[in-house]
């Protein structure tokens, strides 16, 4: 666990707003098609960056950055996040979380504290199947509360959903759907093979841009939008 790096900038998913990014080392899931194998597979040989040493890092980029993006891995694993994202809201920044929704107990302390202005939370795959998504068993019954405590939060959230072919189909729209039912945006976004952490997806292909707006029809029976996002 612990922070592995501090990158550069980035958009904020504000119009016109730019961040820095914080990754955390550690996953609560193993993904087969994950952009950040290194994160999740071996953190422990990065090295943890101090929180003293990211915060100065931010103090001195506050003049050009809005906010900071906290991603991994999984963030919500390490005891220091609240400690990290209060340090940032301190420095007068917007802070986003992206997270799997496995740990709400944690969305639940950052949410009371306003600690979060935008979360990002990936839904991978209709529950059932989540267990093909770790070597471990996965409490699904965390998704359920995560995406409540953020249909009710009043900051900006998306769902998101990565289109993996192997993972994701029709049939698990409509139970993710069911899922995510009433909330403000679900975002589809398109799979990238190359970045995959195993060999098998990265030799797979992605669906071509029509079956990602077939799937949005879909989804929009759920939700009150749906994006469409990398084709």
């Known amino acids: 666990m612990g922070i592995k790096g501090v990158q550069g900038t980035s958009l904020l998913d504000y119009p016109g707003r730019i961040a820095s990014l914080v990754f955390y080392g550690g996953c609560n899931l193993s993904c087969p ?21 990211v915060v100065e890092m931010l103090r001195q980029r506050r003049g050009f950055i809005d906010g900071v993006v906290i991603s991994g891995g999984e963030p919500t694993l390490d005891a220091q996040l609240e400690t990290l994202a209060a340090a940032v809201k301190q420095l007068g920044l917007l802070v986003k979380l992206d997270t799997n929704g496995l740990r709400p107990q944690v969305l639940k302390r950052l949410l009371e504290r306003d600690l979060l202005d935008y979360v990002g939370m990936d839904v991978k ?14 409490d699904t019954s965390a998704l359920a509360h995560s995406v409540a405590l953020l249909n009710e939060a009043t900051i900006e959230v998306e769902f998101r959903t990565t289109c993996v072919p192997q993972f994701v189909a029709e049939d698990d729209i409509r139970a993710m759907g069911e899922l995510l039912r009433g909330a403000r945006l679900w975002v589809l976004q398109q799979f990238v093979p190359a970045h995959a952490m195993t060999e098998r997806l990265r030799a797979s292909e992605a669906y071509p841009a029509e079956t990602l ?7 929009a029976d759920y939700v009150a939008e749906v994006t469409v996002r990398g084709v």
């Open 33 to 53: 098609y994950c952009h950040n194998p290194a994160l999740v597979q071996t953190p422990d040989e990065m090295e943890d960056i101090a929180i003293s040493a």
């Open 125 to 138: 795959t209709a529950p059932q199947r989540y267990s093909q998504l770790h070597h471990g068993r996965v």
């Open 213 to 219: 707006r077939r799937f949005a029809t879909v989804a």
